[in-house]
């Protein structure tokens, strides 16, 4: 009884929606009429999806990017984390809890605010960025109208917000590591790269698969930056497939194609995470 309201929120709001998402992803429906016109066509949606048309190479297109963008997101967050998390924890107090709060807060300040400050930092003419580049001599970069960078520059922008909540998450897992098995290795000449491989990374082991189902949750679900600042350009170098589903489920009124869409990525993402499971729980064994 004590835990109905919460369940009833859930299946209202996440369990009911998903189930809706499953079954129009079998049916050919307009987001213009209502859920009564939908016409029940199989697998269709899926076949199409994965078609060599043009609907199969822009949906394997910003399925490919959304994978880059996870890919590169993840690699650079967690070890940048797990060093900056270091850092802070060896930072005596009150400078530490500073230091903790001004990481932090990056990962509190809204979506818009940083993609305006972001556009005006890439900005071609008046960006510091390449401001600082012509200082030493590199001649500037057009940050979000090229395809070679757009789509690592919004990688560079989800790194900077995210980075500080995973630190935060470190320093956590790092303050539950006992003082005393550092002070073993010390005693039996353990320098501090070989205590950091022997005892530091393998009591944040749990952490690290947290903070990697957590970063890859967040970059699959990318949207913001990629609506406010690139519009899925240019030569949809920035279209990651939730951007896409909204322009094929919304704009383009294809309901049932944009719901297997998103079938799809709820798919990978939940075969992409029980593979991290299962590789971490096969490390476990092995240790």
Same mark, same amino acid.
């Given at each position: ?9 859930l ?42 048309n ?10 490919t ?6 890919l ?22 009150p ?46 970069? !057009? ?5 070679? =960078?757009? #789509?690592? $520059?919004i &990688? %560079?922008?989800? @790194? ?39 005892? !530091? ?5 749990? =952490?690290? #698969?947290? $903070?990697? &189902? %957590?970063?890859? @949750? ?45 079938v799809?990525?709820? #798919?990978?993402?939940? &075969? ?16």
């Amino acid at each position: 009884m004590m835990l109905a309201p919460a369940t009833l929120l859930l299946g209202v709001f996440i369990i009911v929606p998903m189930l809706l998402t499953i079954w129009l992803s079998f049916t050919q429906w307009s987001t213009q009429t209502g859920f009564e016109t939908a016409q029940f066509v199989g697998i269709q949606n899926f076949i199409d999806i994965f078609a060599n048309n043009s609907v199969g190479r822009d949906f394997k297109a910003a399925l490919t990017n959304t994978a880059i963008y996870t890919l590169a997101s993840v690699v650079v967050i967690l070890p940048l984390s797990v060093l900056l998390g270091l850092l802070v924890h060896q930072t005596l107090a009150p400078g530490g809890v500073f230091l903790r709060t001004v990481l932090f807060s990056t990962y509190m300040v809204p979506m818009i605010a940083v993609a305006l400050v972001f556009s005006k930092l890439y900005s071609p003419s008046e960006g510091p960025l390449n401001q600082i580049l012509g200082w030493v001599g590199i001649p500037p970069q !057009t940050w979000l109208s090229a395809p070679q =960078t757009a #789509l690592g $520059s919004i &990688v %560079i922008l989800n @790194i900077w917000q995210q980075v500080g909540y995973f630190t935060v998450l470190a320093v956590a897992g790092l303050t539950q590591i006992p003082e005393s098995l550092y002070e073993a290795a010390k005693i039996d000449g353990a320098d501090p790269v070989q205590r950091f491989f022997s005892i !530091t990374l393998p009591l944040l082991g749990n =952490t690290l #698969l947290f $903070s990697a &189902v %957590i970063a890859i @949750i967040n970059a699959v679900q990318v949207f913001e930056p990629v609506a406010l600042i690139t519009q899925g350009g240019p030569v949809n170098a920035t279209n990651v497939l939730t951007y896409h589903i909204r322009r094929v489920g919304i704009e383009r009124a294809q309901g049932g194609l944009g719901s297997a869409m998103a079938v799809t990525l709820m #798919l990978a993402l939940v &075969v992409a995470i029980t593979a991290i499971f299962a590789f971490a729980r096969s490390r476990e064994k092995s240790a």
